[in-house]
Nanobody
Framework: QVELQESGPGLVKPAQTLSLTCTVS??????????WTWVRQPPGKGLEWMGA????????YYSPSLMSRTSISRDTSTNQFTLQLSSVTPEDTAVYYC???????????WGQGTLVTVSS
């Protein structure tokens, strides 16, 4: 059974970089054809797809609206992938989720989510 768990600071100051890690168990992030994804949900708003890294690690994909501030990477030795979002503002306050994409945007497994608040 695959499980995903987000970790990282719950409070980030404006203009700083938000960094989150997703630890995957029960599956390898190198397993063929899966994409490892970050999604967020601001308070009172819908889900926003942020980006993903492919199973082979050679490709990353980002939301056009966040591309200039977002970086997704992975560490195969620890079976983790990470999100970095730079120059954050209070509008980046959200619950951040990591998820597994089976392909075509089918997110079949989610972490529990972690609330990140951007505030001074």
């Amino acid at each position: 059974q695959v499980e995903l768990q987000e970790s990282g600071p719950g409070l980030v100051k404006p203009a700083q970089t938000l960094s989150l890690t997703c630890t995957v168990s029960g599956d390898s992030i190198t397993t063929d054809y899966f994409y490892w994804t970050w999604v967020r949900q601001p308070p009172g708003k819908g889900l926003e797809w942020m980006g993903a890294i492919a199973y082979h690690g050679r490709m990353t994909y980002y939301s056009p609206s966040l591309m200039s501030r977002t970086s997704i990477s992975r560490d195969t030795s620890t079976n983790q992938f990470t999100l970095q979002l730079s120059s954050v503002t209070p509008e980046d306050t959200a619950v951040y989720y990591c998820a597994r994409d089976r392909g075509g945007g089918a997110l079949d497994t989610w972490g529990q989510g972690t609330l990140v608040t951007v505030s001074s």
